[in-house]
């Protein structure tokens, strides 16, 4: 992934209700989720569920509070090991996926609650998503002796490219613990960015985000997939943003598919209007 500098329009992409010629089209499957369950004793977060993310697209997971939004994310990533059903990531079919193959073959994850070291710096902070890319021993990156000099040099060149695309210079040194929230999740979004992902997941990016800060966000999301190619799978609970960010949609409602689809098809559901929705949004 090659960081370059974004435009500053703040415009996002255009509504899903485009003329249908100018929808995306993606054919290849990145990620193939079949069958999935998932239960905590006798709650079932996760009920028998298939969908598939595919290469290129911006996914979007929508639902009520406790639809099992999270849990999938979690599974995907491998913070949680399913009882059922089948995974299939590049091709490569698996009962579960753990947390260290997911990340060591490309998948990265902002999380709803921001996961940050508060005490370390923002690029420091960023720096943490290189550690996977990085092979020089515990003694030469301590010693900055051989290849720990030259990969501490090579990943902060590319951490200080993720900060500039990003818009967040002027706080390049600050500790994050300082910053306001909505810097805070686009350190957090820089630190993903950082690990190089073919598949980000987003749990919750915008949630206590004022317009502007959404607004900057949504841009943000845009361009990470449109320039860099970078298929993104995310949790929002605004559905304007949803509607004119995601490719496909697909809905849960406690634990179950209730819709699956473009965002025309599914906010005209009559399922998803009256489980989620509440209206239809034209």
């Known amino acids: 992934m090659a960081i370059a500098e974004s435009e500053s329009s703040a415009d996002i992409r255009p509504a899903s209700s485009a003329p249908a010629e100018t929808a995306r089209v993606f054919d290849e499957v990145l990620l193939d989720i ?3 369950t998932l239960a905590f004793g ?11 993310i595919r290469k290129g697209e911006i996914r979007a997971i929508i639902g009520p509070n406790g639809a099992g939004k999270s849990s999938m994310l979690n599974v995907i990533n491998g913070f949680y090991q399913p009882q059922q059903g089948t995974i299939t990531y590049k091709g490569v079919s698996r009962s579960n996926m753990r947390p260290y193959d997911a990340a060591s073959n490309g998948i990265a994850r902002t999380f709803q609650n921001i996961a940050l070291f508060h005490g370390m710096s923002t690029l420091d902070n960023i720096m943490t998503g ?15 002796l051989g290849r720990g000099r030259s990969e501490e040099i090579e990943h902060r060149r590319f951490v200080e490219g993720i900060i500039d695309f990003l818009e967040i210079e002027a706080i390049r040194k600050t500790p994050v613990g300082r910053l306001p929230y909505g810097l805070q999740k686009r350190v957090e979004l820089g630190r993903a960015l950082a690990a190089e992902p073919d598949l980000l997941l987003l749990d919750e990016p915008m949630a206590g985000m004022n317009v502007e800060e959404k607004e900057d966000m949504s841009r943000f999301v845009i361009d990470v997939n449109d320039e860099f190619g ?16 995601s490719d496909r949609v697909v809905v849960l409602d406690y634990g179950r598919k209730i819709a699956d689809g473009t965002p025309d098809v599914v906010r005209n559901d009559p399922t998803v209007i009256g489980a989620y929705l509440g209206v239809a949004h034209d």
């Open 230 to 245: 970078t298929t993104i799978a995310l949790i929002e609970h605004d559905m304007s943003i949803v509607m004119d960010l």
């Open 34 to 36: 079949s069958h999935v």
């Open 42 to 52: 006798g709650v079932q977060a996760i009920d028998d569920v298939s969908f598939d």
């Open 130 to 144: 290189r550690i996977l890319k990085m092979k020089a021993s515990l003694v030469e990156q301590a010693l900055f």
